[in-house]
């Protein structure tokens, strides 16, 4: 029981890292080519 509560964790923490770091990358992206194109920030 414990291996399976241990490694649901593991998963569901890498998968949040994940999913942190690939909202961090659009969301620079996403700036960075409104900086470059000009558009007013919102």
Same mark, same amino acid.
């Given at each position: 029981?414990?291996?399976?509560?241990?490694?649901?964790? =593991?998963?569901?923490? !890498?998968?949040?890292?994940?999913? #942190?770091?690939?909202?961090?990358?659009?969301?620079? =992206?996403?700036?960075? !080519?409104?900086?470059?194109?000009? #558009?007013?920030?919102?």
């Amino acid at each position: 029981m414990q291996k399976e509560v241990l490694s649901g964790l =593991l998963l569901s923490t !890498i998968l949040g890292v994940i999913e #942190f770091v690939r909202i961090f990358v659009w969301q620079k =992206l996403a700036f960075m !080519i409104m900086v470059s194109f000009g #558009f007013p920030l919102l």
